[in-house]
């Protein structure tokens, strides 16, 4: 079946200016997951969501990150005014669901290059 | 808190000889420990994950990783190491405090199989 996918795969834009990132979850997996992997910080959580509850956005670095999950299913990060140091690979993840039983498998999509010029 | 630590930034290693990858943990509780890797440009793929029972934990690709919980170590080996194993590997462990799962990662150890 289909893995996590995320578009885009590359995304260049200038500084201050707004951007999307996509992720289309596994499909039948509630639990889904924004990380961010830059040099100097490495894999850092971002924000979390099950189903259709309101997320999680303890993670978020600076109030201008959002994100929202429609129909619990596809995600959208977005990042107003971006700055240089938002320069980083964004990683998205599913899993069954989010609880704390057995730790279910998180499954990563490739990921979106977002470079802040 | 929970964190994990990859002393190593990079192993290095010849084809065919075996490897080892070293993670050490801090936790509270019980662990749950898990090994991913990442191929250039591509994302996360989970290689195998410690909850309970055994402590030889035998993954994807060959991989295999040790639990020791005296010395809070969950390294990552495999018998014979081959050139398509370069990669950065990441440990993980479960972080529980905001009542649902997330992962936190070590920084990562890039393995380098050379011919």
């Known amino acids: 079946g289909a893995g996590v996918s995320q578009s885009p795969s590359n995304k260049v834009t200038e500084k201050g200016k707004d951007v999307e990132l996509r992720c289309d979850p596994i499909s039948g997996h509630t639990a889904l997951y924004w990380y961010r992997q830059s040099l100097g910080q490495g894999l850092e959580f971002l924000i979390y969501?099950?189903?259709?509850?309101?997320?999680?956005k303890s993670g978020l670095p600076s109030d201008r990150f959002s994100a929202e999950r429609t129909g619990g299913s596809v995600s959208t990060l977005t990042i107003q005014r971006t700055q240089q140091e938002d320069s980083a690979v964004y990683l998205c993840a599913s899993s069954l669901y989010g609880g704390l039983t057995d730790s279910p498998d998180q499954y990563f999509g490739p990921g979106t290059r977002l470079t802040v010029t | 808190a929970q964190s994990v630590a990859q002393p190593e930034d990079q192993v290095n290693v010849a084809e065919g000889n075996p490897l080892t990858v070293k993670c050490t943990y801090s936790?509270?509780?019980?662990?749950?420990l898990f090994w991913y890797v990442q191929y250039p440009n591509r994302g996360l793929q989970f290689l195998l994950k410690?909850?309970?029972?055994?402590?030889l934990v035998k993954g994807s690709y060959g991989f295999e990783a040790e639990f020791n919980k005296s010395q809070t170590s969950f390294h990552l080996k495999k018998p014979s190491a081959l050139v398509s194993d370069s990669a950065l590997y990441f440990c993980a462990v479960r972080d529980g405090q905001r009542g649902y799962s997330t992962l936190t990662f070590g920084k990562g150890t890039m393995l380098l199989v050379s011919p």
């Open positions: 410690y909850i309970t029972g055994d402590n």
């Open positions: 936790v509270s509780g019980n662990p749950y």
């Open positions: 969501f099950q189903g259709n509850s309101a997320p999680d």
